[in-house]
């Protein structure tokens, strides 16, 4: 047996190791605050109402000439946005939360269709508002499964190609500008042209004979309804995944792209804003009201005279660079009453789920952050407006649902 001397040494430091462990985990422990989401919401929105009245503050100062009063105006601004965007912070989440749900279901359905896959993720740590990373999941399940079911080829194509024999799919988020880009990505063999027009015009979408480009066929593929599988299975082939993947997409205010090297790779690009709470939006006048369009619909800004409207089967409509843009009052279209307009009209050129209309407003005011406020639950569900918000004046200015104001 050891001396009774070494055992209380070695007492000591096993006691020594344990509070320094505790020491540790109490640090780590205090980095961290749980907090309720109601709480959360509850300061967001209070510094929603903050930023109006900064912007109702700024407006009145505007017109003074005293430096001082601007100076101090200045500050609050400056002070104003860095709590905005630190609040902003504390809603955002990693996107990890999302992304760990794949490596399994990417295992299971490669077994199911005989193919080997290997997925590769980066960016997880990226972070993306709370609310969004809540809805984002589904349709890139959908993208997902559309790449190991359409885009990537079975082991003895890979092998006949002169490819590796696993395929591999890359999944990954990273941060542009107040922006989050998520990346679906695939070395299969990408979008068949061919066969998307064949399947366009026996669905009746396109003529026989229409020859279309990548670009044409990319858009084809989020057609309600469209399909390039031969057959139903339980991976793909119903025809609702690219429609509710870009449906999904756009409620979120944000875009969906797709580019592809046909025979070798395929990547799908999903842009969208680091918050749904506070979003730049078009400050219009239209019946005298002022409307404001979310930036990321808004294409270009243009004027042109009563000579240029042209007329198709009734339908006004204008012609852009070679294109032919319907057009529309803004006005007439949300019920105001249509607004006679002399001398030259503004045109705001909006696209949506790659449809493009223009519509006549009598003003443009400018570029402005604004505050989503959602509308009550008495006014039931209006077309063509998504919500309300609050101007520097204290007026209110309702926020347009650009999808459903062009269907």
């Known amino acids: 047996r050891p001396p009774v001397h070494q055992d209380a040494e070695a007492a000591d430091g096993l006691e020594m190791e344990s509070r320094v462990s505790k020491a540790l985990r109490s640090r780590r422990a205090d980095k961290f605050v749980r907090v309720e989401t109601e709480r959360l919401d509850k300061l967001i929105n209070l510094v929603g109402e903050l930023v109006i009245s900064r912007t109702q503050v700024v407006e009145i100062v505007k017109e003074l000439e005293d430096s001082e009063k601007k100076n101090a105006v200045a500050q609050l601004d400056r002070v104003t946005t860095e709590l905005q965007y630190a609040a902003m912070n504390l809603r955002m989440v990693p996107i990890k939360q999302v992304f760990d749900r794949f490596p399994r279901m ?75 880009l998520i990346e679906i990505e695939d070395d299969g063999q990408g979008l068949n042209v061919e066969k998307i027009r064949q399947k366009a015009a026996a669905q009746g979408l ?31 082939g119903r025809g609702v995944g690219m429609d509710a993947v870009k449906a999904a997409v756009e409620s979120l205010s944000g875009t969906i792209d797709i580019q592809s090297q046909p025979g070798e ?32 619909a808004v294409r270009e800004n243009i004027q042109i005279e009563q000579s240029q409207i042209k007329t198709i089967q009734q339908q006004n409509v204008i012609v852009l660079r070679n294109e032919v843009v319907p057009l529309y009052d803004l006005a007439e279209c949300l019920g105001f009453g249509q607004v006679e307009c002399t001398g030259p009209l503004a045109i705001i050129i909006v696209e949506t789920r790659g449809q493009k209309a223009g519509f006549i407003v009598e003003d443009l ?43």
Do not use: C, W
């Open 265 to 296: 790779s395929m990547r799908v690009t999903i842009k969208l804003p680091l918050t749904l709470a506070i979003i730049k939006a078009l400050l219009v006048v239209a019946g005298g009201e002022t409307l404001a369009i979310p930036i990321q």
């Open 106 to 180: 990417v295992r299971d359905l490669a077994r199911a269709s005989k193919k080997e896959i290997r997925l590769e993720i980066y960016g997880e740590e990226t972070e993306l508002d709370r609310s969004i990373v809540n809805q984002i999941g589904d349709p890139l399940v959908h993208l997902i499964r559309n790449a190991i079911d359409h885009g990537i080829e079975s082991r003895a194509e890979r092998i006949a190609k002169g490819k590796p024999e696993a395929g591999t799919i890359r999944l990954g988020a990273r941060h542009e500008g107040s922006h989050i």
């Open 206 to 236: 396109i003529n026989e004979n229409t020859e279309i480009n990548i670009d044409e066929a990319a858009n084809l593929l989020f057609h309600p309804g469209f399909s390039t599988a031969d057959a139903v299975t339980d991976i793909s």
């Open 365 to 407: 005011i400018g570029q402005q952050e604004i505050v989503i406020e959602s509308l009550s639950d008495m006014l039931g569900d209006i077309k063509g407006i998504a919500g309300a918000t609050i101007l520097g004046n204290g007026r209110v200015a309702l926020i347009l649902d650009n999808s459903t104001l062009i269907r």
